[in-house]
């Protein structure tokens, strides 16, 4: 299927890890000239080397802490270079742990750096994107919007706010050829998977070993997911193929999670 992702724009956050860096090199490799974003720039420069050279690649520096700084960045940017046709929001989970022992801040850092920095990107991003009657705003959650994942307290809050975002919004950009969906990871092999597993093997007197084994058989898949197969799946949203699909969660899960 060619994806028609050529000549396409995208900006891709959280690109230096895990289902960001994945998903930022499939989307290069279909042609799309990605622009990389995440506060370490000699880690997106290790990764710039890595795209496909199909398209043109950059990166911009920016704190998810500071959604101000954030959304000037990359207003910057585009009076610069180019408006974006795709924007992938990711970024890294909140702390682990009970929703009761969470404090004030940490609700609200997470607001902000998820929520918040949404916000301020689709702000930023689709002007553009209502010219081309073409846009694509993919958030990659978790499937705590569909069933709350016990010691993920502030993350199952947040996460949750983002869904209900990304669906208001889904109705009210769909008029201009711009679709906003979400993806929600199951288990993937990440740094922010190896976290948790090490703090629940932790919590329940168990070596990191039999916790990951226990885990896995969560799944029916009996297995983690690698970051490729979340970022295979963006890349579909992120295409014309996908032109009709729009206001939707999709987790990709192995079949973990057990709602409809």
């Known amino acids: 299927m060619d994806l028609k992702l050529n000549n396409k724009n995208a900006l891709v956050c959280g690109s230096t890890q895990g289902i960001g860096k994945a998903t930022a090199i499939a989307l290069a490799n279909e042609g799309a000239n990605v622009t990389l974003v995440a506060r370490n720039r ?7 080397v890595e795209l496909s050279n199909k398209g043109n ?24 270079n180019h408006g974006f046709h795709i924007v992938v929001n990711n970024t890294g989970g909140p702390r682990s742990g009970a929703i009761l022992t969470a404090s004030l801040e940490e609700f609200e850092n997470a607001f902000t750096q998820h929520l918040k920095c949404n916000h301020v990107l689709a702000q930023a991003t689709t002007p553009f994107m209502k010219t081309q009657c073409f846009g694509r705003i993919i958030n990659v959650i978790s499937t705590s919007v569909k069933e709350p994942i016990p010691g993920l307290g ?10 209900n975002w990304s669906k208001t919004m889904a109705t009210e950009l769909g008029e201009h050829g711009i679709t906003v969906n979400n993806v929600l ?12 597993i090490k703090i629940k093997a932790k919590n329940e007197n168990r070596s990191v ?12 898949a009996k297995r983690f997911a690698q970051p490729e197969e979340t970022a295979n799946v963006i890349t579909f949203l992120a295409s014309e193929a996908a032109s009709y699909v729009n206001g939707i969660n999709i987790p990709v899960d192995g079949g973990r999670t057990k709602s409809l």
């Open 42 to 48: 000699e880690k997106l420069k290790a990764v710039l």
């Open 57 to 80: 690649h950059s990166y911009i520096v920016a704190d998810f802490s500071n959604p101000r700084e954030l959304q000037e960045q990359v207003i910057k940017f585009i009076e610069k």
């Open 154 to 163: 502030v993350s199952n809050t947040i996460r949750g706010a983002v869904g």
């Open 185 to 196: 990871p199951g288990f993937t092999e990440t740094e922010r998977l190896d976290e948790i």
């Open 209 to 220: 070993e039999d916790m990951a084994e226990i885990m896995k058989n969560y799944t029916p």
